[in-house]
């Protein structure tokens, strides 16, 4: 057993199955943790019964509860003497009077405290499922039966009678472990009713873990527990009717002599219906109240405050003074200590207080030095905690059932996960094992198949290790924590000496716990000083007077004790690196972090002494560590290392407690000056950078004159009035000069400047108008004949206007204006004609070639949304509005209000729906984006930095850099959806915010699409038609992926040589985009013409390789057929290449081939499978196709592809999906179409089957 157990740790770490020879020279940690494991496995197989698989298997899947599968569950037909009922009496103990105030405040008004709103119920009802209640067959089909079964709850006191109830329950009876029956009520239907209880403060098993023992002292542990405590708690009277059963006829209730205070009447029928008096098991809220209650009274009765009390969610009390703590669990109650006389005190206070209250105790514990509790075994003595023996070899050998992949269904398979998932809680660096399993539970959870052999392996891992599942309650405090820190270049590990009480008090505090403090402040605010400040003046700050916490507060769910890492533990000084290296492959920061969190670990498990200690770990990525807090992560890279760490701890017999340090306390500085980026600088006040359009710049003054007075606006205006007055003429006001851009001041003047030379003119504000009239006129006659356009002298005239503003009235420079007309009518100018779909689709695959994602999708959004560029780079990540109950699709929030923005016109908060169906991707991608960006610039990038990538993209499609300018996107996207008929004249005038019909008609020139797009060179608009794909409008995968939320990007031959992969270019181009890209799978569809095996000697073409000797090539070919082979050899180096770099990476990767492909015997293949690589066959005919085609996807990992096999079990020659003979992949159709070519690509269904698995894997 403990080779095994050693085996599943270094797959564990390997990620892979590994066959390791044995070294001949372990070092001294090797040794000793073969030894600890050894010791650990032989204490605890002498304990651990063993089990049949099948028993195993066949005791835990019975235990499973459900309303209708009774073969299968606990669910047990009405049999009177065998169902238990408590004997409630005539008063039981109401809930008011036993809960704290926080209980009382939520009673005062249970109707309006638990109940929903009469909207929030409607809703339900309309989007709600229908719920059938299940009924006991026995109670449900004899009356009289059921009759005497409501007689016996009411002579036990747990029922009184209405004429009116509000809703209704229904009873049924599982088994309990003596044989009896206990009652359950399907409250499934009143439940939806109940609002969701507040967050309850449970503890767990795993709590005892928590507890730490003193050195020279023993734990001691008394127990009780309440019988009947569900029954036993009344029900207030509002509340009552919501709880009703079934009706019974009046006359029953008047022969029992039923008071007329225990019933209000009958109703118009002569039906009364039984009304639960008291906290009904299979409320929602009834687990909330018996737990309240229980660990209120306890601790009264105990003598104890409910600091002492042990929970799941803040550190576990010092036990260290010998007072006791109190684990409260539903009924059951723990009160544990190192005093045996005050824990013994403390129960026996705790049980007089309960049995005071009308509760019955039964099944106590005098204080002593073992006890089982909430399925595991405590031992004072020794400090171990571990799992229930007879219950844990069940598990053990049901997973060793599971790891021979019989045939089960994910139900089945979630019941055993559930089993060992609660004894992993107290090592829950074990909770890794498990990812394929929770994929195949999800996938199969009716279906009967069998299992995948990735959960398979993970099932044998658990099996492996559950003997070494347990908690050491002695186990000390290293006096050496460590940090780390990383950056996209290296990672860097630190330690320090520090006390022991220090550490412990770190240590103890778990970081997911800082979510429940009670003065919560978010990480990233905390470590740039964000948060609130404390020291506001209470006489001017109306901050200072806000009330601090608004709703009463729950002292059990409030964590109070919740401290970060304070200051000056970080001191630099401190500390001293450890040691510090370059990582050569470039990763995603959050798991470079990771990996210098494992590294720090490993560091710490190589010495011997660290053995069996608890040990401080700092870092001040969070997400890192809340992932190594809870042992298990659901992106599949970060799962990785969280096995890493878990094959770590469990090998040393020690554990890691992390904390987040504040990022501007990093000490993590090595040394090494070629490592000098992985250094965390202390953070430093920094200039911001300027806006870089003009509406960000106007947003920015604009907020920056904002103020809560009326003298502190005063203050702001006149600075900035006085820094940045720049008037264009004496005597112009600050407002005047700000009538226009500085951008558009700067332009006039140079135009002024130029026109006062050429008609040398000394003082343009003493010149009479008509001189100037005269001056102006000839100057624009000029220019006209000078070549200018209209547009020129327009600007010409307006700088005139602006540096003399008289003059704009409409009578002032009369022959100005009659020169401007004539131009106009001579030369109107021309507006840029639009640009076609397939042209702005292939800029836009040139720029995600080249790595440009950002450029490319700005493009796209132009276009799509009708944009001009200032306004597509000013949108926030926070204007992306995700869809919703009141829109299905991506919005776009332009110039909101709140940030003080405005349009060309002067409007906010303006709205474009992204809904493009030529572009239904675009949404999801912006999506994505904006998640990433999330409080930044949706784009990070600058209009000379976009024109620029523009530019060059017009360049390399061949078209000159001047072709077109980004403008033209605006009047592109409307010109495009008027020739597609997709939107009407309104609604292209609506979506692209025109004021008047005429600026739609000026724009909008959908005619000339067509014909401009003929102008472009045959070259060009071969390559624009592949573009169109590569966005994936019609490639099946890529569209399935798209319609998924993934954006695409094809790189493919048939786009001509800029995406050959054989080319050097190009493959660097992939390996940066796999560097820089948050890529989530790369999908290699490698061809297989000279892999098939269709080429025979049959006198057709001959055969290029064979199975053996010659898989490579065979000798003496043609040389066509050696270029060939030499093309698929290559192809195929490059694919295994890609995937290796992939897998390095933690990029999902899939092969794809025909089944029958040679590729599949090359020795780079099984290369691939070593690593960890493997096979999912697939059959066209499952997924609608009339041909079989047997193709085999080669995928690492391998998890999220698996609910997508399926193959087809033919019966004689007829498809087991259609029923019908397949058709041969040989001749042609009616069409000519040949057979095969027809098959080459993917099945609809295939692919959505796949883009949907890979979205359910990523979340």
Same mark, same amino acid.
């Given at each position: ?5 050693? =085996? ?24 000793? /943790? ?54 409630? =009496? ?24 638990? +109940? ?39 002579? =036990? ?28 009520? #399907? ?18 098993? !795993? $709590? ?37 059963? &079934? ?54 009765? %105990?003598?104890? $405050? ?6 799941? *969610? ?37 049980? %007089? ?133 990383? !950056?996209? $270049? ?151 290392? @969280? ?8 090998? %040393? ?165 009659? @020169?401007?007309? =004539?131009?106009?009518?001579? *030369?109107?100018?021309?507006?840029? &004609? ?29 276009? !799509? ?71 930044? *610039? ?77 102008? +472009? ?13 590569? +966005? ?8 399935? @992926? ?78 066509? #057929? ?7 050899? /290559? ?5 295994? *290449? ?102 080459? &690509? ?18």
């Amino acid at each position: 057993m403990a080779n095994k157990v050693i =085996g599943s740790l270094n797959e564990m770490y390997a990620q892979a199955p590994v066959n390791l020879p044995q070294s001949e020279h372990p070092t001294l940690a090797q040794r000793v /943790a073969q030894t600890q494991i050894l010791n650990q496995v032989m204490a605890v197989s002498e304990s651990i019964p063993m089990y049949s698989e099948r028993e195993a298997s066949r005791t835990l899947l019975q235990t499973c509860l459900s309303y209708s599968e009774e073969a299968l569950t606990t669910v047990r037909p009405y049999q009177p003497d065998l169902v238990s009922l408590p004997q409630v =009496g005539t008063d039981p103990p109401a809930l008011r009077d036993l809960v704290d105030d926080f209980g009382r405040d939520i009673l005062e008004d249970p109707l309006g405290n638990m +109940l929903l709103s009469p909207d929030e119920w409607g809703h339900k009802i309309e989007i709600g499922d229908t719920i059938r209640p299940y009924m006991d067959p026995v109670l449900k089909t004899d009356g009289a039966a059921y009759v005497q079964f409501v007689q016996r709850l009411f002579e =036990g006191g747990m029922v009184s009678f209405t004429e009116k109830p509000r809703d209704l329950i229904t009873p049924f009876f599982v088994t309990k472990k003596s044989g009896k029956l206990r009652l359950v009520l #399907d409250c499934r239907g009143v439940n939806q009713r109940f609002r969701e209880p507040p967050s309850i403060a449970l503890a767990a098993g !795993s $709590s005892w873990s928590q507890l730490e023992i003193p050195l020279g002292e023993d734990l001691f542990i008394a127990q009780s527990d309440i019988k009947d405590y569900f029954y036993s708690l009344r029900l207030p009277h509002e509340l009552q009717p919501f709880f009703c059963l &079934p009706a019974i006829p009046v006359q029953a209730i008047h022969a029992w002599g039923v008071a007329n205070k225990d019933w209000t009447g009958a109703s118009v029928e002569g039906l009364v219906f039984p009304a639960f008096r008291v906290v009904p098991m299979g409320w929602s809220w009834a687990m909330w109240w018996a737990q309240r209650v229980h660990q209120v009274q306890a601790l009264i009765g %105990a003598g104890l $405050s409910d600091a002492r009390l042990v929970r799941a *969610d803040r550190p576990a009390p010092d036990l260290s003074g010998g007072e006791p703590a109190v684990i409260a669990y539903a009924d059951n109650l723990n009160v544990t200590g190192t005093d045996e006389e005050r824990v013994q005190k403390a129960k026996d206070g705790a049980v %007089a207080r309960l049995r005071t209250l009308g509760f019955g105790v039964h099944e106590e514990l005098d204080a002593c030095a073992s006890a089982t509790s909430l399925g595991f075994s405590v031992d004072g003595a020794t400090g171990v905690v571990k799992p229930v023996p007879d219950k844990v070899g069940l598990v053990i050998a049901a997973f060793r059932w599971l790891a021979r992949r019989p045939r089960v269904n994910g139900r089945a398979v979630e019941k055993l996960v559930g089993h060992a998932i609660h004894f992993m809680l107290v090592r829950r660096e074990m909770l890794c094992c498990m990812r394929s399993l929770y994929d195949f539970i999800q996938r199969s959870y009716r279906a009967r198949r069998r299992l995948w052999p990735s959960a398979a392996r993970e099932a044998e891992w658990i099996a492996n290790l559950l003997p070494v599942c347990h908690a050491n309650l002695r186990r000390v405090w290293s006096e050496v924590p460590t940090a780390s820190d990383a !950056s996209l $270049s290296g990672i860097a590990v630190c330690s320090r000496h520090a006390g022991v009480e220090q550490v412990s008090e770190i240590g103890r505090c778990k970081e997911a716990w800082r979510f429940k403090a009670r003065d919560f402040v978010a990480p990233r605010e905390s470590a740039i000083g964000g948060a609130e400040d404390l020291s506001l003046d209470p006489f001017s700050d109306t901050q200072s007077v806000k009330p601090h916490i608004v709703l009463p507060e729950d002292p059990f769910s409030i964590n109070p004790d919740f401290n970060e890492v304070p200051d000056d533990f970080m001191t630099a000084s401190e500390w001293s690196v450890a040691f510090a290296c370059e990582m050569h492959h470039a990763e995603p920061i959050t798991i470079l972090e990771a990996r210098g969190v494992v590294a720090a670990v490993r560091h710490k498990c190589r010495v011997v002494q660290n053995f069996g200690k608890k040990h401080l770990h700092l870092n001040d990525n969070l997400a890192n560590v809340l992932c190594a807090e809870k042992g298990r992560s659901a992106s599949y890279p970060m799962l990785r290392v @969280c096995r890493r760490l878990c094959a770590l701890v469990i090998a %040393a017999n020690c554990t890691f407690h992390h904390r987040s340090m504040k990022r501007s306390r990093s000490c993590s500085d090595p040394p090494d000056p070629l490592l000098a980026n992985v250094t965390i600088p202390m953070l430093k006040e920094s200039k911001l950078a300027e806006p870089s359009t003009l509406s960000a710049r106007r947003s920015s003054i604009r907020r920056s004159i904002q103020g809560n007075s009326k003298e502190e606006k005063a203050v702001k205006r006149q600075k900035l009035a006085v820094t940045s007055a720049q008037p264009r003429f004496p005597g112009q006001t600050f407002l005047e000069q700000v009538a226009i851009s500085q951008e558009v001041a700067n332009d006039y003047s140079r135009r002024l400047q130029k026109f006062l030379q050429v008609a040398k003119i000394k003082n343009i504000f003493t010149m009479p108008m008509t001189k100037l009239d005269a001056c102006l006129a000839k100057f624009l006659e000029s220019m006209f004949l000078g070549g200018s356009d209209i547009s020129e002298g327009n600007k010409t005239f307006a700088a005139v206007l602006d540096i003399r503003p008289g003059s704009s009235q409409m009578g002032q420079l009369p022959r100005c204006r009659r @020169c401007l007309k =004539g131009w106009a009518n001579l *030369d109107p100018g021309a507006t840029r &004609p639009p640009l076609s779909f397939l042209l702005v689709a292939l800029i836009a695959t040139n720029l995600l070639l080249r790595n440009l994602p950002e450029a490319a999708l700005a493009i796209l959004l132009m276009f !799509s949304a009708y944009l001009r560029p200032g306004e597509a780079l000013g949108i926030h990540a926070n204007d992306v509005v995700r869809p919703n109950r009141s829109s299905k699709h991506f919005t776009i929030n332009l110039h909101p209000l709140e940030r003080y923005e405005s349009s060309k016109v002067g409007l906010s908060d303006e709205t474009v729906v992204i809904d493009s169906p030529a572009l239904p991707q675009l949404g999801p991608m912006l999506g994505r984006l904006a998640k990433l960006k999330k409080g930044k *610039d949706l784009f990070a990038l600058t209009y000379p930095l976009l024109r620029a990538h523009w530019e060059s993209a017009l360049e390399q499609v061949g078209l000159g850099s001047q072709y077109a300018v980004m403008y033209q996107l605006r009047h592109s996207g409307p010109s495009h959806d008027r020739l597609a008929n997709l939107r009407s004249l309104m609604e292209v005038k609506l979506r692209g915010r025109w004021g008047s019909d005429s600026s739609v008609k000026r724009y909008e020139a959908h005619g000339k699409v067509a014909g401009e797009f003929q102008k +472009l060179p045959q070259e060009v608009q071969q390559a624009a038609g592949q573009a169109e794909k590569d +966005l994936g409008r019609f490639a099946n995968l890529s569209r399935a @992926c798209a319609e998924c939320g993934f954006a695409c990007i094809a790189v493919d031959i048939d786009y001509g040589h800029g995406c050959d992969v054989l080319r050097t270019g190009v493959l660097s181009r992939i390996f940066k985009m796999l560097d820089t890209l948050p890529i989530v799978l790369v999908w290699f569809g490698m061809p297989g013409t000279s892999w098939s095996r269709a080429r025979k000697d049959d006198g057709g073409p001959p055969p290029l390789r064979d199975d053996g000797e010659h898989i490579l090539g065979l000798p003496d070919l043609r040389r066509a #057929d050696q270029a060939k082979v030499a093309r698929g050899n /290559a192809l195929l180096q490059v694919t295994t *290449d890609l995937a290796h770099a992939c897998r390095r990476r933690g990029i999902r990767s899939v092969i794809e081939n025909p089944a029958s492909s040679r590729a599949w015997l090359t020795p780079q293949i099984k290369h691939l499978q070593v690593s960890g690589a493997m096979f999912v066959p697939v059959d066209y005919c499952q997924y609608k196709m009339p041909w079989r085609k047997a193709t085999l996807f080669l995928c690492e990992p391998a998890e999220w592809l698996q609910p997508v096999s399926r193959t087809c079990d033919a019966h004689f020659g007829r498809c087991s999906a259609s029923g019908q003979r397949h058709i041969l992949l040989q001749g042609t159709d009616a069409t000519g179409t040949s057979y095969a070519a027809r098959a080459q &690509p993917y099945p609809r269904a295939l692919c959505l089957a796949i883009a949907r698995s890979l979205k359910i894997s990523v979340l």
